[in-house]
């Protein structure tokens, strides 16, 4: 158990629709990463936040967004959802000068 | 930019037998490495990481890798695989200036044969 939470574990809609998913990073991280896993793309990382604000961007679509609250847990907002967009949802997070990034155990996100 | 390549998608080894996943990375700057496994329904899971100083690194599980900056490898090997190796392991980069975005390789499949 790497100490990060996701919710939820599965989550199936339809085509257009909009979702979020949300992580808890382990105590004391600030930092909280969103990477994606798909068969075609593989691995790629979206977004990084860093204690409430936006620190780094990857290959992240304009239709998502994610934002970190003050507790620090985030959440990644999925709008007009394709079939595309089917995949593994992975949170990360690691501390201040810690280069190590503990992964949770995912959102598999299913769209219809 | 930084791009990693693991040359083998898929890799069967019997049991007890050694093991060695490769991997290849290319980048401008310095960097750490990492590996990680996933296991079958998982998330990922630390197993090493070179960050500085000795180039073998020792991880969890008995594995361990070697970083040869000249041939800008970072390849993991096991003297001896368990069953409970099969997962898919990732190799990953990132640079050691801040830039801490994780790049991937694409995986290698480690299927262990009875």
């Known amino acids: ?112 | 930019a930084q791009s990693v390549t693991q040359l083998d998608s898929q890799v069967p080894v019997f049991e007890e037998a050694p093991v060695e996943l490769r991997c290849n990375y290319s980048s401008s700057v310095s960097v750490y490495l990492f590996w990680y496994v996933q296991y079958p329904n998982q998330g990922l899971q630390l197993l090493l990481k070179y960050l500085s100083g000795s180039t073998l690194v020792k991880g969890i599980n008995g594995f361990e890798a070697e970083f040869n900056k000249s041939q800008t490898s970072f390849h993991l090997r096991k003297p001896s695989v368990h069953i409970s190796d099969t997962a898919e392991y990732f190799c990953a980069v990132s640079d050691n200036f801040g830039n801490e975005k994780l790049t991937f390789g694409t995986g290698t499949r480690l299927t262990i044969i009875p």
């Not at chain 1, 967004?65 to 089917?86: K, M, T, V």
């Open chain 1, 1 to 112: 158990d790497s100490g990060v939470t996701q919710t939820p574990k599965h989550l199936i809609t339809a085509t257009g629709q909009r979702v979020t998913l949300r992580c808890s990073p382990r105590s004391g991280d600030l930092s909280v990463y969103w990477y994606q896993q798909s068969l075609d793309q593989g691995l790629q990382f979206l977004i990084q936040y860093y204690n409430g604000e936006e620190r780094a961007k990857g290959n992240i679509l304009e239709r998502f967004s994610a934002q970190q609250f003050p507790d620090l847990h985030s959440e990644l907002n999925l709008s007009s959802l394709e079939l595309g967009d089917s995949a593994l949802y992975f949170c990360a997070s690691s501390a201040p000068g810690i280069d190590t990034q503990y992964f949770g155990p995912g959102t598999r996100l299913t769209v219809l």
